[in-house]
C-alpha cells in the first residue's frame, strides 16, 4: 500500500531506504558524498576542496529571492568555506508577470552583492507544474585542501555552541506572509521585529570565522529546527548529547508567534544561526571569533559518548529524549 508523505524534507528512515541505498557507483575524487546531516558534497581538485551545496525554496513568497540565496550560501559557510558563485532554477506558477519576476531577481542581486558570491548561471521559467514559486540554488565555494570542516571530528566533551537565536527564517517567514493575521496578536513593532529577522538569515560571517580557528564540525539551523540540526550533527558523528533548553536563544516576540500558532520554535526552521561544535581547548578562542564578526554565539550544550542518548534537558530539569527532525514546524502554518 503506497503510504502519502508529509510536506517537508523526507525523514531519516525515507532518505535512508528510499534514496541514499539506490547510490551506488562512487567515484574517488568525492571526499564528502550524500549522508543523513550532511549540506554539502566535497570533492578533490588537487590542491584545493571544491565544495558544493543545493537547496530549494518552496514555502516563502514575499522574500524568496533573498532567502534562495542565503540558505544554500550558508551551507557552504558550515564548512567553514567562503562561497564563490551560486545558480538559479527558477519555476514559477502561471499568471506570473514580468514585475514579479524581477522583484525576486532584484532581491538576489542584492543579497548576492552584499555576500560577494557572483550568480553565475540557471534556469528561469514558467509552469503549470507550481502554484507557487519554487527557487532550487546551487552554490560552490573553494578551500585549500584538507580546509573544509567536518561533523565526523565531535568527540565527548565538545561544547555545543549556537549563534544568533532560534526560528529566525520561521518567525520571519510566518510574520511576512501572515501579517494580516497576526494583527492584534502582536504588536505593529513586534511584527516588523519578525519580518526584519528575514535580514539575518546569512551564516557566511560565523561560519568563516569560526572556520579559521577550527572547529570539529558546524551545521546550519534549517528544516528542523535547532533540535533537528543537534540530532543530525549527532548522528553524522554517532555521538550522544546533552542540551540545555534554558540556554537556547529565542526572542520573545518569535515565542509568542509560535504559541499562536501551536507550533514548537525548537523545531521551527531556524536559516541564519550555525550549530557550530567545538574542541574544549578551542571554545573561548572560536565564540571570541565569531562575538569579533558582530555575531552573537551561546553555548548550549555538550557531546557525550553514544550510550549516553541524546536529550534536551528541560527548565524544570526533566529530561527528554531528542528525536529525529521531521517536517518541519512551518509547513503546519504554510499549507
Known sequence: MNTELKAGKLDTELLENIVFKHIHHKRPEVLVRPG???????LDFGQYECVMSTDPITAAISEIGRLAIHITCNDIA????????????????LGTTAEEIERIMMQAAEVSEKLGVEIIGGHTEITPAVNRPVIVSTAVGRT??????????MRPGDLILMTKQTGLEGAGIIAS??????????TAEEIQEAKGYLKEVSVLKEGVAAGKVGTAGMHDITEGGVLGAVWELSEIANAGLLINEDSIPVTPVTR????HFGIDCLRLISSGSMMIIAHPEKKDAVMEAVREAGVPVACIGTVTEPEAGRFLVRADGTKTVIA????????KVVK
Request: glycine share 10%.
Open 36 to 42: 543523513v546531516g550532511e549540506d554539502c558534497a566535497t
Open 324 to 331: 529525529p527532525p521531521e517536517s518541519d514546524e512551518l509547513y
Open 78 to 93: 558550515s564548512n567553514g568555506v567562503e562561497p564563490l558563485g551560486i545558480m538559479l532554477a527558477v519555476m514559477l506558477p
Open 177 to 186: 506572509d501572515f501579517e494580516e493575521e497576526l494583527t492584534g496578536v502582536l
Open 256 to 259: 509568542k508567534l509560535c504559541a
Open 144 to 153: 585549500l585542501a584538507g580546509g573544509s570542516q567536518r561533523a565526523q571530528n
